[in-house]
């Protein structure tokens, strides 16, 4: 397990849905470890790395390392211009991942971003109509559920209806700062797109997911920097609550604040209510009992029940969207749903950061 949540990038079981080279993607802006799980989970699901572009030597030259089988192209264009590649994947700077997409879609390719996809409200209007006019696809990378595989059992456990309709979600998502580990656009917030919008999105995302809501109202939200005063680009505590059109609740807590002591890079958790019964998250560690990943608690009516899944499970997503780009269909995740947790995610840092400046002014 990575110390460093910047360096996520887990490996499941194979589990190909395509023929070898009947689906080829590349890897454009490397900015973000993520990348890496991003291509993993692709590659599992029977995808080839065809390609992969950065302008930074030192991020080209470890990714060419870590995938042997892909090329290195001479620019982005080269990579647009090829027939064969039919998804584009990026964790670019947060702030530059839209640009990547629509020229990606421009040239007739899927996207496949890092969260935050975006980090602008004119990006996401960007995004849509690019959609809209391409018909192509603006696929988005919320790890903490599609990549955990305790996430994806607590979603297949809610579908089951081991407990009931969800009413309320409660995450927790605590990062290690790492400070000598980060890149410079870490610590400039127009870059970073602030940290409601950066980690938060996986939490909005989640709370989408699992209460069935379409819609949300962002009821407050806050952000802090309490201890990196060197670092004024930098909120290193958000939380947030939201009121789902069904009218589920949902409140998160996200930081960047986990200890050294503990062995992972956060203690990210969440619970989920529902009307018969109430299922608890212990993703990445069971701190201070077994540092194992994935652990799952369900209390309902036929009793309490404790789960490890870690390596049962396996990580659907990617081979339904390698399906959905050939097939044109919307079974990983629809194009909406993306969309909407990423809106709301820069509605929450847009009112947390007006909130603050009127607080400082006062």
Excluded at 333 to 347: D, G, N, R, S, V
Aim: charge should be negative; glycine fraction near 10%.
């Amino acid at each position: 397990m990575s110390m460093d949540g910047m360096n996520y990038a887990p490996k499941g079981k194979p589990c190909a849905v395509v023929q070898p080279g009947e689906f080829a993607f590349a890897a454009v802006g490397l900015d973000h470890g993520h990348i890496g799980g991003m291509c993993n989970g692709l590659i599992e699901a029977g995808a080839q790395l065809k390609w992969i572009y950065d302008t930074n030597e030192e991020n080209l030259a470890k990714y060419l390392a870590m995938y042997p089988q892909a090329k290195r192209a001479q620019n982005e264009q080269e990579i647009l211009e090829d027939a064969e590649v039919m998804l584009v994947a990026s964790a670019a700077i947060p702030s530059e991942r839209c640009a990547v997409g629509l020229r990606a879609m421009l040239a007739g390719k899927d996207y496949f971003a890092d969260k935050a996809p975006m980090t602008t409200l004119e990006q996401l209007k960007q995004a849509r109509d690019a959609v809209a006019k391409t018909g192509r696809k603006y696929a988005v990378y919320y790890s903490e559920r599609l990549h955990v595989e305790s996430a994806v059992f607590a979603g297949q456990l809610i579908e089951q209806g081991a407990i009931g309709r969800v009413i309320q979600t409660l995450g927790m998502g605590p990062h290690r700062f790492a400070e000598s580990t980060r890149p410079d656009w870490f610590f400039k917030r127009e870059k970073n797109g602030g940290i409601l919008c950066d980690i938060g999105s996986h939490q909005i995302e989640q709370f989408l997911f699992y209460t069935g809501a379409k819609d949300a109202q962002i009821t407050a939200a806050r952000i802090e920097n309490f201890n990196h005063p060197c670092h004024p680009g930098v909120d290193d505590f958000g939380d947030c609550t939201l009121l789902g059109d069904n009218g589920a609740a949902g409140y998160f807590r996200v930081d960047w604040f986990t200890p050294d002591g503990l062995p992972t890079w956060g203690d990210g958790r969440m619970f989920i209510l529902g009307t018969d019964g109430y299922i608890e998250l212990r993703k990445y560690t069971d701190v201070a009992r077994e540092h194992e990943r994935d652990h799952v608690y369900l209390v309902n009516g036929q009793g309490a029940f404790q789960y490890n899944v870690c390596g049962e499970v396996g990580f659907p997503y990617f081979g339904k969207l390698i399906l959905d780009c050939i097939n044109r269909t919307e079974q990983a995740m629809t194009q909406e749903h993306a969309f909407k947790a990423a809106e709301l995610c820069i509605k929450a840092q847009i009112m947390a950061e007006e909130a603050k400046f009127e607080k400082y002014i006062r």
